[in-house]
């Protein structure tokens, strides 16, 4: 069953039949994911996405039934995604857009389970102990070349907020770190 949106002008919520008693205590997570399970069951208004969750382990197939949610949420709004690719998707232009459009896109990814369940999906693939991200991708621009032997993660985080970084060639450095940046473990 698709996640219902509410009609064409309101803001996206999940069906009635889908939500959740907020005040239902979380399960006792453990994994190294423990913390952001714990912090998406708290703060999902979904069923879905609490079952999904359940076992600590979001699978293809409970991301693709919310990537189909997605797009059928977005759809009822007047919105048409084109393209999906591990949480990163393309829109159609439509006559929906700016502000309006990006409040209904982040209501559509909560009210279909996509968010959160697309970061936890691909966190477990690309950082399956979940290291610290800056580690991760300071190394893989360190080991792709990118920027000096001696840049640390410290920096890394630093840098990343105004997306300035010491390239050690600015042209490549730049290619690297968005492929490190999709994928740390390899930068490919």
Not at 114 to 131: F, G, K, T, V
């Amino acid at each position: 069953m698709l996640a219902g949106c509410a009609a064409q002008g309101e803001l996206p919520a999940p069906d009635a039949a889908d939500t959740v008693d907020p005040a239902a205590a979380a399960p006792a997570f453990e994994g190294p994911f423990a913390a952001e399970y714990t912090t998406a069951w708290q703060e999902t208004e979904s069923q879905f996405v609490r079952d999904a969750i359940l076992d600590e382990t979001v699978s293809d197939a409970e991301l693709a039934e919310a990537v189909e949610r997605l797009k059928a949420c977005t759809e009822r709004h007047g919105m048409h995604i084109t393209e999906y690719n591990g949480g990163r998707y393309t829109v159609a232009p439509s006559d929906v857009g700016g502000e309006e459009g990006n409040q209904i896109l982040g209501a559509c990814e909560k009210a279909s389970g996509e968010h959160p369940l697309a970061l936890l999906h691909r966190s477990a693939i690309i950082n399956p102990e979940n290291r610290d991200r800056n580690e991760l991708k300071a190394e893989c621009l360190i080991r792709n070349g990118a920027v000096a032997t001696s840049y640390t993660a410290e920096e890394f985080a630093h840098d990343n907020t105004t997306l300035d970084f010491p390239f050690l060639d600015p042209a490549s450095g730049e290619a690297i770190f968005w492929r490190c940046n999709d994928d740390p473990r390899t930068g490919q």
